[in-house]
């Protein structure tokens, strides 16, 4: 995705507030100078935002350690919660009363888990949205045929996830994309990543016994930007599922061609603009 002009003030609070957690005044510093460093080099109405957010997040991988104890708990803590929210969400999904309602509803549960913030997260993340969808106290995410169509035409699927936690709640839609006959190829991040999910993750909830491979990146999977492994992965699939806004950012316009599945909860003005969706939606998106 190319940006708009406020996607440079949105990155330099993204990175900022999220790696000053238990960081000194000094250091604190010494972050938001690399960040509007690499900006005031990099940001142009060319670049790739996921490129231009791992050039930043790559400047200042000394400085993530300060916040990696916060993360840590964080994350197990919402892996936790969102294991616990699973055999509800199970018995949600198998109230579908066709293959495709069942489909529809393990989209629809992906989707609405998307609830990482833009700004620094301040709790465990405890997924409303998916107990309301549960609940039938929410609006159902719109899944149209053509997602189901391309999921049915499709061998080998890589899917790009994105925070832990939800990462839970993809575990099921990969199973449903296992149970249809597909191979998945799962990317998570490697090492720390503020909340994205990584092994430990994808581990918690057994992902590597259920996909065909788990690769690790250090930034946004960026299909140009990858390494060959992730390369080879990205060519032998004929659909990508992509998760988050990051992963949106980093995709966007960089799929060669490719069938990709956005599941995301819009969060800005830019990202709201290009899908044509209500800034505060969730969103089950084909694109090609």
Known sequence: ???????????????????????????????????????????????NVGVLSNKITGSISDLLSHSADYYEGLKLKSNRIAKNLLPASVNFIERGRTPKERFFRVCRLASVSNV??????????????????????????????????????????????????????????????????????????????????????????RLDQSVEDVLTTQGFFVPSEGSPTQREAFKKSDLVISKGTGNYEALNGEAEGKNVIYMLKVKCKPIAMRMGAALGSFVVKLEN
Request: glycine letters at 6%.
């Open 1 to 47: 995705m190319k940006p708009n002009p406020e996607c440079a003030p949105c990155l330099l609070k993204w990175v900022f507030e999220r790696s000053e957690v238990l960081g000194s005044e000094e250091s604190r510093l010494e972050l938001i100078k690399r960040i509007m460093r690499v900006l005031s080099k990099e940001f142009s109405s060319e670049v």
């Open 116 to 205: 990482a913030p833009l700004g620094v997260p301040s709790e465990t993340y405890r997924f409303p949205e998916v107990s309301h969808l549960l609940g039938s106290r929410s609006p159902l995410p719109r899944v149209t045929e053509e997602v189901l169509r391309a999921a049915k035409q499709a061998t080998h699927v890589l899917y790009l996830a994105d925070n832990a936690g939800e990462l839970g709640f993809d575990s099921l839609f990969i199973a449903k994309l296992r149970e249809m006959g597909l191979r998945v190829t799962l990317i998570v991040k490697e090492g720390l990543f503020f909340e994205d999910a990584t092994l430990k993750d994808a581990f918690f909830f």
